[in-house]
């Protein structure tokens, strides 16, 4: 029987990696009392004040921190499920009783406080997933698998979709990173990637090119594939040539047929003698560039009606704007403009602490919440803010390690899990402060003024660190 000790394991808890959160915590906190800086009114300490607030909410993060830690891990295991559900009926309830707050559902007001459960959701689905895939029989090979895992997901993202918030339902595609460990096939993310890129892309190249830069690319890919590169010239030579072959035809019979026309044509002709070639080879591989090949094709001819029809007109001006396709530095180009100057402006050392003027004198909207950043550096320059982005990277690496020294599946996804909402938050949100990433109002881990952003790190954080602190315990395993 396990002493009191070894069940809180507090002699295993890994203080050195906690330090870093809190830390993280501390400066964030500084950041938020220096974005709501006023000499005028802030002759004392006002707890009505979002620094008063954001303290009252790191107190009580700090109780439910020590909670975490002494509740034993194996009930984090049985409550995943149950957390699960519970938290997909409250999402769900947001909808028809919620307050709208800047365009999205999203929020339960419970008296001067605003909770919102989207937060708490990823916590939820961290450990549903993990539960799920920590099944001694659960496979990513498996049809039945894959898609139960896509429903965790879907699910939520579904219902957050429809409360009008794409940016805390984009938050789930940082569950790849644990997918990627755990097996899922390599392929689904070349698929990700590509479909970005040729989003991307239809936006600054032509379909000509768009469509000799998709020949190029699959051509390379089975080259590295198959390492057979006579093979792979012979197939764009003729694909090149035949396209000739079908302009010249169509310009001399007047049918006015295009260039592009006619290397699409000459492209999906060329792959029947492809896939023959891949038959008798038994080069499955090609089979698959064909597949994504094709599916480009199809993606390029819907990119417009995803666009035009399924973006709202703020996130369309968002991304033309981040793309340099359009300027309107007065109207959706404003917040990143401002951010990018006050940035600027804190040079190697930053401006000081309270400081910026950027940042007092108002210039940033959301400078408390998705704008934090901004703060940092001005104020603290570029040293400062490379030291920030360092203590996230090493608190990521150390959950992802945690996850590797796990000896159960359950803590070891759970882990990974953790990691990756850590760094798509922090990576997203640092990037859309420099333009780097479209504007989709993400909050910063522990710096983004919040009590529901700062709660639900907080869960997960310590969660992870509390399912850690039993791996010592060699062989144990949940079995119900």
Request: proline fraction near 2%; include cysteine.
């Amino acid at each position: 029987m396990r002493s009191a000790n070894d069940r809180v394991g507090w002699s295993r808890v890994d203080w050195k990696t906690i330090l870093i959160f809190v830390v993280l915590v501390f400066v964030g906190w500084l950041n938020i009392y220096a974005a709501v800086y006023n000499e005028a009114s802030m002759m004392g300490f006002d707890f009505s004040d979002k620094y008063g607030m954001q303290l009252i909410w790191i107190g009580i993060s700090a109780v439910v921190a020590i909670v975490i830690l002494l509740i034993d891990d194996i009930y984090y295991h049985l409550m995943a499920y149950p957390a699960y559900a519970l938290m997909l009926l409250v999402l769900f309830l947001t909808l028809f009783i919620g307050k709208e707050v800047n365009g999205a559902k999203s929020w339960f007001e419970l008296g001067p406080v605003s909770i919102q459960p989207a937060e708490f959701m990823k916590v939820a689905t961290a450990l549903a997933l993990a539960r799920f895939m920590s099944d001694y029989s659960f496979s990513f090979s498996r049809t039945k698998d894959l898609v139960s895992v896509g429903a965790l997901l879907l699910v939520p993202i579904a219902i957050i979709l429809m409360q009008n918030d794409m940016g805390s339902a984009l938050v789930y595609c940082s569950f790849f990173l644990v997918f990627y460990r755990e097996g899922l096939n390599s392929w689904v993310y070349y698929a990700i990637f590509l479909v970005v890129g040729l989003f991307v892309g239809s936006f600054l190249l032509s379909n000509t090119a768009l469509l000799v830069a998709l020949l190029v690319l699959f051509v390379v890919s089975q080259f590295l594939s198959n390492r057979n590169l006579r093979e792979s010239v012979w197939y764009v030579a003729a694909v090149l040539l035949l396209s000739l072959v079908i302009y010249g035809l169509g310009w001399a019979a007047g049918w006015g047929v295009s260039y592009y026309g006619a290397l699409l044509a000459s492209s999906l002709v060329m792959l029947v003698p492809a896939l023959i070639y891949a038959y008798r080879n038994k080069l499955s591989t090609i089979y698959l560039f064909a597949i994504m090949f094709v599916g480009s094709l199809l993606f390029l001819g819907v990119v417009d009606f995803v666009f035009n029809d399924i973006l709202q007109l703020h996130q369309q001006k968002r991304i033309l704007d981040l793309l340099g396709i359009e300027s309107d530095l007065r109207g959706w180009g404003y917040n990143v403009h401002q951010s990018k100057i006050a940035i600027g402006s804190g040079g190697l050392f930053g401006k000081g602490f309270l400081q910026g003027t950027q940042t007092k004198y108002d210039f940033i909207p959301e400078q408390s919440t998705d704008f934090i950043f901004c703060t940092v550096g001005e104020e603290w320059g570029f040293v400062g803010s490379a030291v920030v982005i360092v203590l996230f990277a090493t608190l990521v690496i150390r959950l992802m390690k945690m996850g590797e020294r796990q000896q159960e599946p359950f803590r070891r996804v759970y882990c990974y899990g953790v990691a990756g909402i850590f760094l798509f938050h922090t990576l997203i949100n640092i990037g859309m402060t420099i333009g780097l990433m479209p504007v989709i109002g993400i909050p910063l881990p522990m710096f983004s003024y919040g009590g529901s952003s700062l709660l639900s790190f907080t869960i997960l954080f310590f969660i992870a660190v509390r399912l850690d602190s039993q791996n010592s315990s060699i062989g144990t395993t949940y079995k119900f």
